[in-house]
């Protein structure tokens, strides 16, 4: 039985990848962030998308392997 995803898994995943995507983005775009480099803005939406995917698939199928 799947397990539907509802707005408090949603709100809890954007929290996740806010914050796991920030360090993310100052780790691998500091010489664009601090410095003159040219920011790399398809890098930079999925360095807040991968979390945000990772922990919905990871709660989901926690939530299978539990049934």
């Known amino acids: 039985m799947a397990k539907?995803?509802?707005k408090f898994?949603?709100?809890k995943a954007m929290k996740v990848?806010?914050?796991?995507?920030?360090?993310l983005l100052v780790i691998n775009q500091y010489d664009a962030l601090f410095g003159d480099a040219e920011l790399r803005l398809a890098s930079a939406l999925l360095t807040y998308c991968v979390p945000f995917i990772v922990f919905i698939s990871g709660?989901?199928?926690?939530?299978q392997c539990q049934v």
């Open 4 to 6: 539907k995803i509802n």
């Open 9 to 11: 898994l949603i709100f």
């Open 17 to 23: 990848a806010s914050i796991v995507g920030t360090v």
């Open 59 to 63: 709660k989901l199928s926690k939530d």
